[in-house]
């Protein structure tokens, strides 16, 4: 029987969407516009047993906006440090991190505050993409959103 591996996004915690600069405090993250923090969950769900190859691996965060696709490679650590995770039959395996979404990108404009609009537009394209040396999967869920 051919392994079966599922990926979900348990959690999505979204922050700095509308900001709101106060003088007196200097935050530079703000700048770097909505940030997400993801809590991805995969899961073996046959009765054999199968391996992940995190160091080996490769995870993105892909998600279209305005007719544009667009793919962040992230770094989940401490996950990628691990040469190997081996999921029993019926397991699963936590893996998180976090991402500023639109840095690097044009959708990033300088002194805008408020990115309501442009992740209304994201977030329901957001995935996540896993690949290794033997596994390839993408998420198709998205259970629970909170913005801070």
């Not at 199968?50 to 989940?76: A, D, H, Q, W």
């Not at 990108?105 to 690949?131: A, C, F, R």
Request: glycine share 4%.
């Amino acid at each position: 029987m051919s392994a079966q591996l599922s990926l979900t996004i348990n959690e999505l915690h979204l922050s700095n969407v509308k900001v709101d600069i106060n003088r007196n405090i200097i935050d530079e993250d703000l700048k770097d516009g909505p940030y997400l923090q993801f809590v991805c969950f995969f899961e073996n769900h046959t009765d054999s047993s199968v391996i992940l190859y995190p160091s080996k691996s490769r995870t993105n965060v892909v998600f279209r906006y305005m007719g544009e696709n667009y793919r962040l490679e992230v770094i989940p650590l401490p996950f990628v440090d691990r040469d190997l995770i081996k999921l029993n039959p019926n397991q699963g395996y936590n893996m998180s991190f976090g991402i500023s979404l639109f840095l690097g990108t044009p959708i990033l404009k300088e002194n805008q505050m408020d990115y309501t609009k442009e992740m209304l537009l994201v977030l329901p394209t957001v995935n996540v993409n896993y690949k290794d040396c033997v596994n390839n999967m993408r998420t198709s869920d998205i259970l629970n959103v909170t913005i801070r």
